[in-house]
């Protein structure tokens, strides 16, 4: 099930990153506390009322002449394009500005759901001019304030009421969902089109009919795939295509709605921040991934080449160093045929459950050759390992003491998990959990 996309819209310094932080602070605590994994804030999932969502603010968007209403309207088309709900920040002690009444009127003509946040209402009892807010069309506004976090749960209470009804999984247990993300210009549609374009790849004849199709399916050796929101990948020459904030965004929209993510890096270009914000969503989603280096062809080479590039990745990316490696070349096809056979394995891992005792049998063996450091005189004792779901693969050790757990023996311990079971391809979740007497 996809989660719906928040994006925050307005123009500079109405406090749209401090209310970003705000929503994104209380989700901390859930995120993977990793080294590696990004704290870059270009967006946040959260929680409210039991439905999750993400959330990005599209404060930011450079376009080069950093003209101000240019760079407003950006934000605001790209959220209207790509968000479920839009939360429309003004600023409640400066009063409507016309870059705000320029964006009211772009999000007005677009009818997605818009959410009027007046920031900057430090003092409860204080009220906003209603009527000055009133007039941008949006109905009553919500009053906020970031710096001391006063109506932040009105304003989420309005933004999960326009939220999508959740929808029917689309697509049999037996398809893989596969997406293509990565920077602009990596070469994912021309990735998309060789992968279709291979022998042996039947598209199904009913993609394609519409113009604007979403997903393409297709079947090779008798497997079933979709690849998830082609459309995306196209260019429609929007001034915003090029920034940070829309890779990332388009990653989150496929992401949600694929078993595996196909992570496109430019071999010719090396490895970029930008590249680590898209990777690390489809870590933190808990989808299969397989890194694609595309544009192999173009690569000036010699036998150490490939080697080298694969150690960077591992540099780069230590909190995904469960994902193979595929150097391919859209344009040549070169190595294009070794992609899907990842795919199918990261997928299969993907899914794979372990029985109890194996799981027991594989972790009791880890704890005698390398017991838990104690501390204080204490020592972690586990009681019992099972996996409590798949799409992650997601483990619960139950201990005596949870605070005992440290994360590098949990480490070492999904180290021989994953020995014991390969999960190649795959996120692995564990938590550790008390024991409590029924269990
Ligand atoms: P952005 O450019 O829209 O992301 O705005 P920022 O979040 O960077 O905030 C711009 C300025 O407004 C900063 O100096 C913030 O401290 C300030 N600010 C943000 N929220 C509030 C608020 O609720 N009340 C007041 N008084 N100032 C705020
Ligand atoms: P996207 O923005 O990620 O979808 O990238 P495109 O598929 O539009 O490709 C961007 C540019 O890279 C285009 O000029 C492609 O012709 C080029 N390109 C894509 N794949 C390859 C490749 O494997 N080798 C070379 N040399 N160029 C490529």
């Known amino acids: ?3 719906p996309i928040v994006a925050i819209v307005g123009r500079p310094n109405v406090g749209k990153s401090t209310v970003f932080n705000r929503i994104a602070g209380d989700r901390l605590a859930i995120v993977e506390d990793r080294p590696g994994v990004t704290r870059d804030r270009l967006y946040a999932n959260g929680e409210w009322l039991s439905r999750q969502f993400s959330i990005i603010d599209t404060g930011g968007i450079e376009i080069g002449d950093d003209e101000l209403l240019r760079s407003v309207r950006a934000q605001a088309e790209m959220a209207i394009d ?3 709900v839009i939360v429309f920040m003004v600023d409640g002690k400066a009063g409507i500005t016309p870059a705000d009444a320029e964006v009211a009127e772009l999000l007005f003509r677009a009818g997605k759901p818009v959410v009027l946040a007046v920031n900057k ?3 409860p009892g204080r009220q906003v001019d209603a009527y000055e807010f009133y007039s941008l069309g949006f109905g009553e506004p919500v009053a906020i304030s970031g710096t001391h976090g006063l109506g932040i749960g009105d304003l989420l209470d309005k933004v999960v009421g326009y939220f999508p009804e959740e929808q029917e999984e689309e697509y049999g247990e037996d398809v893989i969902r596969v997406t293509l993300i990565g920077r602009p210009n990596v070469g994912k549609s021309s990735l998309v089109n060789a992968i279709l ?4 790849v039947i ?4 993609a394609g009919t519409t113009r604007d199709a979403v997903d393409t399916p297709f079947t090779r050796n008798g497997q079933q795939y979709v690849l998830i929101d082609t459309a995306g990948m196209r260019k429609r020459g929007k001034i915003y295509e090029n920034t940070e904030k829309y890779s990332v965004m388009r990653a989150m929209r496929s992401i949600e709605r ?12 090396g490895i970029v921040e930008q590249d680590k914000h898209i990777a690390g969503y489809a870590h933190e989603a808990g989808k299969a991934a397989v890194f694609v280096v595309n544009k192999w062809d173009a690569v000036e080479k010699d036998d150490k080449t490939m080697q080298k590039f694969a150690q960077k990745i591992r540099e780069h990316f230590q909190f995904m160093n469960y994902a193979p490696i595929a150097f391919v070349s859209a344009k040549t096809k070169q190595r294009l045929h070794k992609l899907l056979p990842l795919v199918d394995q990261a997928a299969e891992n993907h899914a794979m459950r372990i029985a109890t ?3 027991n049998d594989v972790v009791a063996d880890a704890v005698a050759l390398n017991p838990p450091p104690t501390d204080k005189g204490r020592r972690l004792r586990i009681n019992y390992v099972t996996q409590v779901a798949v799409k992650p693969p997601t483990i619960v050790l139950f201990v005596n003491e949870p605070e005992l757990m440290h994360f590098s023996y949990e480490r070492y311990l999904e180290n021989k998990i994953r020995e014991a079971f390969g999960f190649e391809g795959t996120p692995v979740r564990i938590f550790t959990r008390k024991k409590t007497r029924e269990e």
């Open 1 to 3: 099930m996809a989660k």
């Open 82 to 84: 790509e968000a479920d």
């Open 121 to 123: 209402v430090d003092n």
């Open 197 to 200: 374009g291979e022998e042996r």
């Open 203 to 206: 598209v199904s004849p009913q």
């Open 258 to 269: 694929a078993d595996v993510a196909l992570i496109v890096i430019d071999g010719t270009e």
């Open 357 to 359: 005792h194996m799981l």
